[in-house]
């Protein structure tokens, strides 16, 4: 009989964020799949863990997978750690159970922190549907289409991102979303510097262009309460746009109030205006 693949969650932060049932199982296997030993050392000699480990993460996972493969098939029984959190979300855990279904071994999922479902418990946005971004792509053209796609989403939406990257997100996002959309940006979530900011798109891209974004971040945001998006040739644009101005607003203003209702930037929206 083969062993079994735990999927076992590890604290985001705080060391004592983990269940009995995860310490039990992290004792008991033959071996623990981590994203980084070093890192998951420190967790298992804060509960005196003496099991092997062995790395898995996405710079080898491809050759990886086979000799786990090989471990289970042989009897063994494996965890899966992530460095902080779920296995499998945002990392490339998924590659492992995919392969470990199509081998008929058995899956067990330990259940634990995530960052995504603490930030979103905490933001004070609507929890009853959301979903789950992640981190966004790094080129621009996958990144720009994908936002263009959730412009018209009415459920609350998570995302993931690093510090140096996050003033030039948020920006991504006032072109994308609207300058009023609420959100949430949660950092450090269960360490020391634990720190919730709560706003508009707007508020949050002056906050933090004053103030160096440090730790990890879990961005939560408002989904799209307005209507439905609808696709406007330029010449409705223009006529919209004009609509708009002849109420008091600027051409700028204009572009981005047409951005919430349209299937367009408001980058794009200016563009067509000029």
């Not at 995860?22 to 099991?51: C, F, N, P, W």
Request: proline share 4%.
């Amino acid at each position: 009989m083969s062993g079994f693949l735990y999927l076992v969650a590890t604290p985001i932060g705080n060391l004592e964020d983990i269940t009995f049932r995860a310490i039990k199982v992290l004792q008991s296997v033959d071996i623990i799949a981590a994203e980084d030993t070093r890192h998951t050392g420190k967790l298992l000699k804060y509960y005196q863990i003496s099991t092997p480990t062995i790395s898995y993460h996405q710079h080898n996972h491809q050759s990886r997978v086979q000799e786990l493969l090989t471990k289970l098939e042989d009897g063994l029984s494996i965890a899966l750690v992530t460095d902080a959190g779920t296995p499998a979300i945002s990392d490339p855990g998924y590659h492992l159970v995919s392969a470990c279904i199509k081998h008929q071994i058995n899956i067990i999922p330990i259940p634990g922190a995530i960052a995504a479902i603490n930030g979103l418990i905490a933001s004070g946005l609507s929890s009853d549907r959301f979903c789950f971004e992640g981190f966004l792509p790094q080129k621009k053209k996958e990144k720009d289409n994908l936002l263009k796609d959730l412009q018209g989403e009415k459920r609350t939406i998570i995302f993931y991102e690093a510090p140096h990257r996050l003033l030039k997100t948020l920006k991504d996002f006032s072109q994308y979303f609207g300058d009023n959309r609420r959100i949430t940006l949660a950092r450090e979530l269960t360490k020391l510097h634990e720190d919730f900011w709560r706003g508009t798109i707007k508020d949050a891209i002056a906050f933090y262009q004053n103030q160096n974004p440090k730790g990890e971040f879990t961005i939560i945001v408002e989904g799209n309460q307005h209507q439905e998006i609808v696709e406007l040739s330029p010449t409705q644009i223009k006529e919209e746009i004009e609509q708009l101005m002849a109420k008091g607003m600027t051409k700028s203003e204009a572009c981005q109030e047409l951005a919430k209702y349209s299937n367009l930037s408001r980058r794009e929206i200016y563009k067509l205006s000029v």
